[in-house]
């Protein structure tokens, strides 16, 4: 009885949690013939008890997501951090994810966060990864003042499969990096909004002619500074809520003539949710991409240039002046809660390409729960979810939480 009150005691005190998960996927995002991954992880949390007003946090896991064919296991400190309070100003300072925007999952403003988008995660939040920052938060009233400084840099993971006669590379970027961003956020009043400027590196890459030769070209992945003015928006009336984001982006192509870095952008999204009948509720988006200084790059003179340029114009979404989209999530929840169903559609207007995620949870108890689910890419090749269609995959997981 000591021994398990002492656990307890442990455990309460360290504020340990996490969770076992077994899954399969039938497709990975390597692009490559294999079908069938058995993919496994173990995931810790601790939230130690305060001490002297310093609170801990501290989040990783490990995962092997190929253990058929013996792949090494990958493993990540998503966050380990420090917190405390003096008077009105809030403090954190370590590895940390910080997530912007108030749109639904489609969010303009959120520059800061950086994720790998090849992980195999079916909760897509988890394939976030956390960087080295120290954030002050200066608390008046309804209103935060935030000030973000992020040293370090982390390269995002994009699903990216080799083109024709092209063969696409990340080119190394230095681990230390300046970047800071700046946030007014209202919160608890008849509107909440923010307005928020970003100075760092985007997370989408840009490319770059690295050789050519007989056998092909050499395309680097490039990430280059960005600067982001950005604002978002959310309010309720009576059943229906509503919110909106917009962010202007300013890039190192400020007259739209280098075809190989995006263009300056304007990024909005506008929408709204209600729930009907007492669980299950909808939420529609529309979306709105104007790319300032637009040109088509079947015009460039220059086959290899040509060629990266209208590969560049795919990744970064950019192949229109102007582009307008949708989402869609209806969700569903029974029995109490413990029957989950959420189906996610992203489609974009002009090349018909669309992402289809449904998924399925299941509480079987307070511990246990089952997902099943898949992601399905449509499009032309010379798209950007058409890219994708060869990653296309069901899931399914069986997670223990602890």
Sequence with gaps: MDTIEASGSLKDALGISGSLRAGYWSQDKNFTNNTGYSVNSAWLTLRPREVEGFKFYLDGYVQEQDLARKEDAHSE??????????????????????????????????????????????????QRLGVAAVQ???????????????????????????????????????????????????????????????????KTPDLSLVSASSSGLNVGLNYDRIRVIGSDWALNLGSYGFRGEAAYTRTENSGGTNP??????????????????????????????????????ARISDPNIRTVASIESIITNQQFEDRA????????????????????FVRWFGKGESLIRPKVTYAFTDKFKGIAGGEIYSGPPDSTFGLLKHASSAFAELRYNF
């Design 260 to 297: 190989l870095i995006q263009k300056p952008n304007l990024y909005a999204v506008i929408g709204g949710d209600r729930t009907f009948v007492e669980n299950f509720n909808v939420n529609a988006q529309f979306m709105y991409r104007h790319a300032f200084g637009f040109q088509d790059p």
């Design 77 to 126: 400190l998503r966050e380990f951090y420090v917190e405390k309070s003096i008077g009105s100003f809030d403090f954190k300072v370590g590895r940390q994810i910080t997530v912007w925007g108030r749109a639904d999952r489609v969010n303009p403003t959120d520059n800061l966060s950086v994720s790998n988008l090849k992980l195999l995660m079916t909760d897509t939040e988890d």
């Design 325 to 344: 989209g949708m989402t869609l999530r209806p969700s569903y929840k029974m029995f109490n809660e413990t029957l989950e169903m959420e189906v996610a």
């Design 136 to 202: 002050a938060v200066d608390n008046f009233g309804q209103y935060r003042l935030i000030g973000i400084y992020i040293p370090e840099w982390r390269s995002p993971t994009y699903p990216i499969q080799n083109f024709a006669g092209a063969s696409v590379s990340d080119i190394s970027k230095s681990g230390f990096q300046n970047q800071f961003a700046i946030k007014l956020d209202n919160s608890g009043g008849a509107v909440d909004w923010s307005f928020s400027y970003f100075d760092g590196f985007s």
